[in-house]
């Protein structure tokens, strides 16, 4: 649950980024912000109603918006009864900007790390003043795929789930950051992310699961130096299923063109000049649809081309 109360001029402006993201309004933050510190000079306490009453008067919140918020979405009912003349029931706690935005309980919020189409990632922390990543999906569905998945496996290049409340997956806090900042990488980095990515795919088709979301994005390098793989939403078992296992193959081919040319040759066909022979025909055959494709041991013996000089050929 979104809890608030004790709202103070240091929390509003983190409030406020954090409301509009979740009830789909980023472009609000500014109004939602001066609601916020009008509130504050009201009252020092404040609650879920006016709250919800502020959000209400704000230009662009509709009642949509408001009601596909999982912010927002616990305390329909009881709006919904006083509205119509009845009673309202008691609503939920106070709210308090220091303690959780719809955080499982025992975690408190700190920042907002990232968002995407599934959601966003927060930083939180424990009771035991421990560090967490907070990963805010869709549906209860998806994270309980994602639980699921993530705690079949175990490899120090995936991150371990610890829990999961409702839409809410929690996981090992890991500092680092993806390799989008990082594009086009040198060919000894390459090598680098390519062994780290391999050995983690084949751990991973070894215990019966696909990836199934290889991309710069899904790939992090930690602060001690470390590859990991992330973002296990699209995770499939395998159950002999050829199909999905050359579907890994082929994004990894497609990981490795983008590290090397970043977004240097829009036509997909093509290779600029200066790339040797030997790793364009492994790129390529890694990204064919038909085919044989190179298996994970042969990939990891080409991949040793991209850690010495060649000459282009």
Request: glycine letters at 10%; one cysteine or more.
């Given at each position: 649950m979104f809890?608030?109360?004790?709202?103070?001029?240091?929390?509003?402006?983190?409030?406020a980024g954090l409301i509009a993201t979740r009830i789909g309004y980023p472009a609000g933050e500014e109004f939602l912000e001066a609601a916020l510190t009008e509130l504050t000079q009201d009252s020092e306490n404040v609650g879920l109603s006016p709250l919800v009453a502020k959000v209400q008067t704000l230009s662009g919140v509709t009642a949509l918006k408001l009601r596909k918020s999982a912010f927002f979405a616990e305390h329909q009912a009881p709006r919904q009864q006083e509205d119509s003349g009845a009673r309202p029931e008691p609503l939920p706690q106070e709210v308090s900007a220091k303690t959780s935005l719809g955080?499982?309980?025992?975690?408190?919020?700190?920042?907002?790390?990232?968002?995407?189409?599934?959601?966003?990632?927060?930083?939180a922390r424990t009771q035991d003043d421990e560090i967490v990543i907070v990963k805010q999906l869709q549906s209860v569905a998806e994270a309980q795929h994602e639980e699921r998945v993530m705690r079949a496996l175990d490899h120090p290049n995936i991150p371990k789930a610890r829990g999961r409340h409702q839409a809410f997956l929690v996981m090992d806090f890991v500092v680092g950051d993806d390799l989008k900042s990082e594009i086009p990488m040198k060919p000894e980095r390459i090598y680098q992310v390519g062994l780290a990515v391999l050995e983690t795919l084949s751990y991973m088709h070894r215990s019966n699961y696909v990836h199934g979301d290889i991309k710069p994005a899904n790939v992090m390098l930690t602060t001690t130096g470390r590859f990991m793989l992330i973002d296990f939403g699209e995770a499939k078992t395998i159950d002999g299923n050829a199909s999905r296992v050359e579907a890994d193959i082929r994004m990894f081919g497609n990981l490795l063109?983008?590290?090397?040319?970043?977004?240097?040759?829009?036509?997909?066909?093509?290779?600029?000049?200066?790339?040797?022979?030997?790793?364009?025909?492994?790129?390529?055959?890694?990204?064919q649809k038909f085919g044989t494709q190179p298996d994970l041991r042969e990939m990891t013996h080409l991949l040793t081309t991209f850690s010495v000089p060649l000459q282009v050929g």
């Open positions: 809890q608030v109360g004790d709202i103070s001029a240091s929390t509003v402006h983190t409030l955080l499982p309980p025992g975690l408190t919020f700190v920042k907002i790390q990232g968002q995407g189409g599934f959601g966003m990632v927060l930083q063109r983008r590290l090397m040319l970043g977004n240097e040759v829009s036509d997909e066909t093509k290779w600029p000049t200066w790339v040797p022979l030997i790793q364009r025909r492994l790129i390529d055959r890694c990204r």
